[in-house]
């Protein structure tokens, strides 16, 4: 399908740490050199080098306001990113555009490997042969146990520009994960697809992450799959994989204790029901978004009934929760591709993530309490 242009913003930057071998002068834009060797870009000092064992000198040379990162059709200079946290970024859609992701994905110098559920984006598809065509190892991963053709049209086009491409793991029910690695040194933890008709209408969330232990299991955990192997994915520093996250995600809610505040795409699972019904019965001001629909109804209605503050948006609606977020008591945050459903949780490949970054957290807390206020009450 052809790309829908949709409006850009300024593309942002990110406090991103590289790997680089010692040398007498450091890369471009960089604004620290950690005391493991690598070089932060972060735009502030907050955080910087936070798992690479401090900062061991900031260079002052370098623009703490600025770096430079490449774009699909060469360099730009871009801004940092609302939401910028240490080893984590925040980018929200559709408030920012796709050009953030458009100019990740550009921006791989050795190898990138991706995972997508649904890839329908003529722009990307050619971001990742133009990788390939100047050296970039690309590998993509997509699924078709579930939506069968849908990605066939991407697995094609890509197939034949150059880019390694697969079906995703047998081992697993669906593939429902989305997300990329970038030179083996950043990732990308997204909450949606790469379809590109649904980018201006559509709440989503992207995590870039810079943590050596996250990265090292996602890149892990995708030579599994690409391989086709049964195998346990690493945990990493914050990681919640599919299958087996219905736990983690339980525990979350449970550990509430003033407040949560939640988006999802869908809620069927009793277990998680339950967590909300029962955080509300303690007293915890619960607040759930969700775009409306009738698959859905007795799980409000139950919900509701437990104290749960409850508000959908119409199928209809200009904007479209997508977003599969937990908001814990001001203080952390989950943010991935699970669904609140037996299968996303128990039996699909996801991945998400658990933080305590503050500005993650209160960058999430302003557009979900946004979105909540957007909403119609629901009446059980």
């Known amino acids: 399908m052809k790309a829908i242009w949709i409006a850009l913003i300024t593309a942002v930057s990110i406090a991103v740490c590289q790997t680089s071998p ?29 798992h690479h064992g401090g900062v061991a000198a900031w260079l002052s040379s370098a623009s703490p306001a600025t770096a430079t990162a490449p774009t699909a059709t060469g360099s730009a200079t871009v801004g940092a990113p609302p939401g910028a ?31 997508m559920y649904e890839f329908r984006d003529a722009r990307a598809e ?15 991963l997509l699924d078709h146990d579930y ?20 079906w995703a793991s047998s081992q697993v029910e669906i593939t429902h994960e989305k997300s990329f690695v970038l030179d083996r040194s950043s990732a990308v933890i997204m909450t949606g697809n790469l379809t590109s008709q649904y980018y201006s209408t559509t709440r989503d969330f992207a995590l870039v992450d810079t943590d050596p232990a996250d990265v090292a299991a996602i890149e892990q955990t995708f030579d599994l799959d690409w391989a086709d192997e049964r195998g346990v994915a690493p945990d990493g520093s914050d990681l919640v994989w ?17 407040s949560l505040l939640v988006e999802n795409e869908e809620i069927r699972a009793s277990a998680i029901v339950g967590a909300l019904e029962a955080a509300a019965r303690r007293g915890v001001e619960v607040e759930l978004v ?3 629909s009738s698959e859905w109804d007795g799980s409000f209605d139950a919900l509701v009934r437990a104290g749960v ?7 209809y609606a200009a904007l479209y929760i997508h977003a599969k977020v937990i908001e814990v008591d001001d203080t952390r945050v989950f943010l991935g591709s699970e669904n609140f459903s037996v299968g996303s949780m128990q039996y699909n490949r996801e991945l998400g993530l658990i933080t305590e970054a503050p500005t993650i957290v209160t960058g999430i ?10 909403a119609q009450p629901w009446q059980a």
């Not at 503050?309 to 199928?315: A, K, L, N, Q």
């Not at 807390?365 to 957007?374: F, K, L, M």
Request: hydrophobic residues 30%.
């Open 22 to 50: 010692a040398a007498a002068s450091a890369p471009a834009g960089a604004t620290a050199r950690c005391r493991d060797g690598t070089y932060s870009f972060s735009a502030t000092h907050s955080g910087t080098c936070s």
């Open 85 to 115: 946290a240490g080893d984590l970024s925040l980018i929200t859609e559709p408030d920012q555009g796709y050009q953030p992701i458009y100019t990740q994905l550009a921006s791989a110098k050795h190898s990138l490997d991706l995972t």
């Open 126 to 140: 050619q971001i990742l042969a133009a990788d390939a065509r100047r050296g970039v190892q690309v590998r993509v």
């Open 147 to 166: 939506i069968g053709s849908y990605d066939q049209a991407t697995f094609s086009y890509l197939q034949q520009h150059g880019v390694q491409v697969r």
């Open 242 to 258: 599919s299958p087996g996250s219905e736990q983690t995600l339980v525990s979350l809610i449970d550990s509430a204790r003033r």
């Open 290 to 292: 969700m775009t409306r």
């Open 309 to 315: 503050h409850v508000r959908t948006y119409s199928p």
């Open 365 to 374: 807390r302003r557009t979900v309490t946004s979105d909540y206020a957007g």
